[in-house]
């Protein structure tokens, strides 16, 4: 056991980080994310965890470069998503990853006990939570949005890039455990901010046939684009009934889950809630 590094109070790399991620670190990510306070266990209570995950490793030499240097890769391949297309995510996803790290300042097993040594130039920052983790379950969740039917292969390649670091020595179970949360938090602020993003677009688009919705927000968008669809293929203006969401002939689902509800259920957003919409008595 290597006491001097357990004498130690943080990571090495609080004080040694590298240039790329020193730069991360001062800069911000495009939307927001509120984390809780996280918490992990010692580095003792886990380390035989760690020792043993990487005796019984059978990761062949070609997964352990796959998963450690092309982690974005496997899972954008999966889907074949270009990863220029995926570029300003995945720095958000890095930007957060490297404030949490430096948050909590978690010193590597390898800084722990001799018993284990770094086997890869990826694990130059502290250790908790996992980046690897974060960085594949984040994916996982957007890239299923977007792909649904690859989703199961997605989570399965996620869970397989996050454990590839116990198995390689590079994080303690808690690391893996923090990241799978902290990566799904994040994709859900981002699919979140990009539904906000996309209603901005329609509203802010140019021309006569979006005059009444730049006029009267979401309230003059359900007004033309709400309701049942007919036989001759046009949709009826008006509010919607939410039980007819996704009925033959109906509309779409809306997706949210803050829909009103009751016997007399509208979609929302309710008339109540539009600003540019004057209310009327008896209105739901």
Same mark, same amino acid.
């Given at each position: ?8 109070? +943080? ?25 809780? +306070? ?9 380390? =035989? ?81 996992? @980046?690897?983790?974060? +960085? ?83 309230? @003059?968008?359900? =007004? ?6 007919? $036989?001759? @293929? ?11 969401? @996704? ?30 919409? $004057?209310?009327? $008595?008896?209105?739901?």
């Amino acid at each position: 056991m290597n006491w001097m590094s357990i004498l130690k109070e +943080e990571s090495m790399w609080m004080t040694r980080l590298p240039e790329d991620k020193k730069k991360l670190l001062s800069m911000q990510p495009s939307f927001d994310v509120k984390f809780p +306070e996280l918490k992990y266990p010692s580095d003792e209570s886990e380390i =035989s965890q760690v020792i043993e995950a990487v005796k019984s490793s059978d990761l062949t030499e070609e997964e352990e470069t796959d998963y450690d240097k092309n982690n974005i890769d496997v899972m954008l391949e999966l889907v074949g998503e270009d990863k220029d297309n995926w570029a300003k995510f995945v720095q958000d996803v890095d930007i957060y990853t490297i404030k949490l790290k430096m948050k909590y300042g978690r010193k590597r097993p390898y800084e722990f006990s001799d018993k284990i040594e770094s086997k890869t130039d990826t694990d130059d920052s502290p250790s908790f939570p996992s @980046g690897h983790a974060i +960085e594949a379950y984040a994916l996982a969740k957007v890239l299923g949005e977007k792909h649904p039917d690859k989703e199961k292969e997605l989570n399965d390649m996620a869970q397989n890039v996050a454990m590839s670091r116990l198995q390689m020595g590079n994080h303690y179970p808690s690391d893996i455990k923090a990241g799978k949360k902290v990566g799904l938090m994040i994709a859900d602020a981002y699919l979140s901010t990009n539904k906000i993003e996309k209603w901005s677009d329609i509203l802010s688009k140019k021309g006569d046939g979006f005059k009444r919705e730049k006029e009267s927000g979401l309230h @003059g968008w359900f =007004s033309r684009r709400g309701g049942k669809e007919t $036989k001759g @293929g046009k949709t009826q203006g008006g509010w919607i009934d939410c039980s007819t969401c @996704g009925s033959k002939n109906g509309p779409k689902p809306c997706g949210r889950k803050d829909a009103s509800k009751g016997t007399k259920r509208r979609c929302r957003p309710t008339c109540a809630a539009c600003k540019t919409y $004057k209310r009327r $008595k008896g209105t739901a």
